[in-house]
Every structure is written in C-alpha cells, then in structure tokens.
C-alpha cells in the first residue's frame, strides 16, 4: 500500500475508482524498477492533474511494458532438450544472468562435415518449448572453408544450383508452422569472412539483392509464411559496401538488423559503434537503416564488449552505460538485442557476460528491467513477428 500513498501524496490526482489488484500489481511492479519509476514520476509530476484510475491505467501499462526482446549466442551451440535442463549451457547462462530469454538464437551452415544441413525441428522445438522465439543464422556456405568457395559464389544461388536443398528446408519450416527469425548471409557487407560478401569470392555488384530475393521466393512460393526475414550487415565503415546497395527491399525484409563490438582497434561505447559518435572510421550505421527502411524493427544481431584487462569494471560500466542508458534512452527503433556469449579462448579477448564477476553482475542488473522480454512465447503464433506488444 505505500506506494499507491506515495502516488497520491505526489500529486493532486483524484481517482474515482478503488485500485483493485492489478493496480496495485502494476503500481508495485513500478516500483521496483528504477528505469520505469522515473517513467511514471514524470507523469505525477504534472500539477492539477485529474484522472480516474482507468484513464491513469494505460499510462502505467505503456510506462511498464516490455519494449524489447533479448536474447543471446551461447557458445555457438545449437538448442536441445538437454542443453536446455539444469547444467546445459543455455540453463546455466540464464540462471548466471537472472532472467530467461525472450529469443534464443544460434546458427546453421547449408553444408557441415561435408553434409547439407535440414531444418532441425528439434532445436526449433526445444526454443518454443522453453517459451523463446527461435532466431537462426542460415548461412550459405561450407563452415570452415573460408571465405573464397566458388561453389558458394552468389550468381549459383540465384542461378539456380541451390533450389532443391532450399525447397525442401522451406517446406520443413513450413511444416513446423511456428513463427521464427530467419538471419540469412548476415554481415554481407564486409570483406572478412563470408563467401557472400560482394566484394570477395567472385560476386559482383547486384549479386547478394538477386540471392537473397531468389531464396525468398523460394519461400513465399511453399508457403512458409511463419518465417520472419531479418537482414543484417555489420556496421559501417570506409572498407564496407554501402548498405543501399545491398537491401533487397521493404517486400523481402521484416526486420533490419545491425552487428557490432567494442572493442575493434580502440575502446568504443554502444553510442558511439552504432552512431559512429566520436569515431572518424564508424559511420552512423543506426541512422542509416532507418533512412534505408523507416518502418522496419531493428535488431542489434550481434554485440559484446571485450574486457580490459582492469578486473572487469570497464566492461561492467559498459554493459550498464549500453543496457540501462543507451538502448533505452537513444535508439527507440531497436526492438530487439542479442548479445554474443560466447568465449574466444583468449582470457584478456573473451565476450561471455561472466568474464568477470563485475561484468556479470552488470549484465544481470541491468536485464531485470521489465524493458527487456522475457520467454512468454511458447504459444505465440504472429508472422512476421512484430516487436513486443
């Protein structure tokens, strides 16, 4: 009860109806989250205010409801029932950061060992089961063969070499009927790694917009309507192609999407990899998706920060600046974030929240914050997937 006196102490508001249950659910709710108090004390603090309870209720709801999916790569390791369940490596990370996640998201190459990958029902199971929205890289190329594969060139995907396999992995996801992200040949606009990169393995300019439309007809042609098409370059650089020239287009993307770390060569805050604030070599990645697709939800795909070798406060400060101020405050398009938990095997160069015990403890703090989703979508059947509602 103190705090629906504390409310009416504040303010002149008069309320003609009783708070029953859920408000004072709502109101307590509120309370424990210092981002949303401060939301809603903006609003107290407007004088001679008069409301009814049901008219100051939907202020409450939108000061309090979940504004982004979160979620997380762990150890690059594909979803299972039993990586699931105490001691697996998703069970462990949620517990380690106090909150289960509202996507989970891992990664598929079109050929592994020398096989051609199917649509892992299971993995897409194991996910809806834990009451998270699947979101997978699709990746067209043979994991581990670098990044010049002719037989991977762009021009044999939209010419046709591919069709069968890709046939038959929408059919399979059309069968599993769920919605999920797809994350097809993401980071295309950089020079690094992938054999879709325009600028390497023999593509030419117009290439990556022919394949990507190519696999999605494919698609739209069995129906697979249950799948949400998230593109994703990394952030933009002087060495990157331009993002204009690689977006397929409002009919073949759902959501937009953005990849980035601190730290490349300096230490960079979340403002300024995204926005290229501060920095002569980043461009304002951020600013241009939304002039390229102003309608289109944001993911951040990918983001980590490396430690810095002064026992984890630096880190820690940065996942609190990123999480509790940044995201929140500075970028309103982004409506989802995945943070890449995985270990690069180097203890001074590591990504993983618990590279410290400062950094995990930041990123557990700051995740409690009802801005951040949470796994309510085991029953969940919308596509393409909106932002959450």
């Known amino acids: 009860m103190a705090c629906v006196s504390s409310l009416t102490r504040k303010t002149n508001t008069t309320y003609a109806d009783s708070y029953n249950s859920q408000n004072l659910a709502i109101h307590q709710s509120l309370y424990l989250d210092k981002t949303h108090k401060v939301a809603i004390d903006a609003v107290e603090s407007t004088t001679s205010l008069t409301l009814t309870a049901k008219a100051f209720l939907p202020l409450i709801q939108t000061a309090i409801r979940p504004s982004l999916y979160w979620g997380a790569i762990v150890d ?3 979803p299972s029932t039993s ?7 998703y069970d462990t990370f949620e517990k380690l950061v106090g909150k289960d996640m509202a996507i989970i998201h891992w990664g598929q190459p079109w050929i592994m060992n020398g096989t051609f990958q199917n649509f892992n029902a299971s993995s897409f199971d194991s996910v809806r089961n834990h009451g998270s929205i699947p979101l997978i890289d699709w990746g067209s190329w ?4 670098g990044a010049v594969q002719p037989q991977f060139q762009l021009s044999t995907i939209y010419n046709g070499t591919y069709d069968t396999y890709i046939h038959q992995w ?3 996801a059309k069968t599993w009927g769920h919605p999920f992200f797809l994350r097809f040949d993401w980071e295309m ?4 790694q992938f054999p879709w990169a325009e ?3 023999g593509n030419q300019p117009g290439d990556y917009v022919k394949a990507w439309r190519h696999v999605h007809d494919i698609f739209t042609s069995v129906g697979a309507t249950n799948v949400t098409w998230v593109w994703c370059p990394n952030i933009s650089s002087p060495v990157t192609r331009s993002m204009s020239s690689l977006y397929p287009g409002d009919a073949y993307v759902d959501w937009t999407c953005l990849d980035g770390y601190n730290q490349y060569s300096t230490w960079l805050g979340f403002n300024s990899i995204f926005t290229g604030s501060g920095v002569n070599w980043i461009y304002d990645s951020y600013q241009q998706l939304l002039a390229l697709a102003p309608t289109k939800p944001i993911m951040i795909g990918e983001f980590a920060s490396l430690e810095a070798g002064d026992g984890g406060a630096a880190k820690a400060a940065w996942i609190t600046d990123a999480l509790s101020s940044q995201i929140p405050s500075r970028f309103p398009a982004i409506k989802a974030v995945i943070w890449f938990d995985w270990d690069a095997g180097d203890p001074a160069n590591t990504f993983p929240v ?3 015990s400062a950094s995990a403890s930041a990123f557990a703090s700051a995740i409690k914050s009802q801005y951040y989703d949470t796994n309510r979508y085991a029953n969940f059947n919308i596509s393409p997937i909106p932002p959450p509602q």
Do not use: C
């Open 76 to 78: 690059g390791q594909a």
């Open 142 to 145: 043979l994991i581990g063969g």
């Open 199 to 201: 600028q390497i393995n």
């Open 170 to 172: 929408a059919l399979d």
């Open 83 to 89: 990586n699931m369940q105490p001691g697996g490596v």
């Open 354 to 356: 618990d590279s410290s």
């Open 189 to 192: 606009n950089g020079t690094w």
